[in-house]
């Protein structure tokens, strides 16, 4: 693909107010993310992301976010939320994940990997989740909670995927132009990184954001 014609994607995570939602549609942003993950600060309940969903404009995705949630509650989120897409970032496995016959995104803990596996890794990911159609590699550790503004080391990425990833983890505007330029990834997502406090985004660092994607996108490297 051409580099004039890529353009890097966008999710904005854990949206918890319909103005938010309204404005990150206004600023082109390609997907929000509604967190359902137990003790996340970010937690909605399936009625309240469903008024933010009915608040989005078109071509915008809705993505669902879960962490070892009861399969139970993922379907009245589907029920109430008709997101397009879903990410799990709990020990659910490929066949719980793709059970909803709904796309996901696998969530991967990046603390404290090796870049020495970084080939070995990604096989391990295809292996395990064959379904996923893209994996996001996120800062915190395994079994914690992820939208915690951590960044990882990121020359541990997996090489050789052959699948979409999105890079999330600790990104601000003033961190995601090089992390754009440095690792060319599919997407990006943020939560705490445009927040002024957990789930209340904060309007000039939404647009800051999308400004340095779109400058990285520019860049002629
Ligand atoms: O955002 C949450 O509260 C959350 C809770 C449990 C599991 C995952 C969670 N968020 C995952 C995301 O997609 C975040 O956007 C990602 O971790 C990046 O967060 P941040 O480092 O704050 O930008």
């Not at 933010?52 to 139970?72: G, S």
Request: some cysteine; hydrophobic content about 40%; charged content about 25%.
């Amino acid at each position: 693909m051409s580099k004039t014609l890529f353009r890097t994607r966008i999710k904005f995570c854990g949206m918890t107010r319909a103005g938010d939602v309204r404005l990150a549609s206004e600023l082109g942003v390609d997907a929000v993310g509604f967190v359902f993950a137990e003790g996340s600060p970010r937690r909605l309940q399936p009625e309240e992301a469903r008024a933010m969903r009915n608040a989005m404009e078109p071509l915008v995705d809705a993505v669902a976010l879960f962490k070892d949630n009861p399969a139970d509650e993922v379907r009245a989120v589907l029920k109430q939320v008709r997101p397009s897409l879903l990410q799990f970032h709990g020990s659910e496995d490929d066949v719980f994940c793709k059970s909803f016959g709904v796309p996901y995104i696998k969530g991967i803990p990046m603390r404290g990997l090796d870049p020495a596996q970084r080939a070995q890794h990604a096989i391990q990911l295809l292996m395990k989740y064959p379904a996923a159609s893209a994996f996001l590699f996120d800062g915190h550790a395994e079994g914690q909670q992820g939208g915690t503004g951590e960044v990882f080391d990121w020359s541990t990425i997996p090489t050789g995927l052959g699948k979409p990833f999105v890079l999330a983890g600790g990104l601000r505007p003033d961190n995601v132009f090089d992390a754009v330029i440095s690792t060319l990834p599919w997407g990006v997502d943020v939560a705490s990184g445009i927040e002024s406090a957990p789930g209340i985004k904060d309007g000039d660092k939404m647009r800051r954001f999308v400004e340095e994607v779109r400058r990285a996108d520019c860049h002629p490297d």
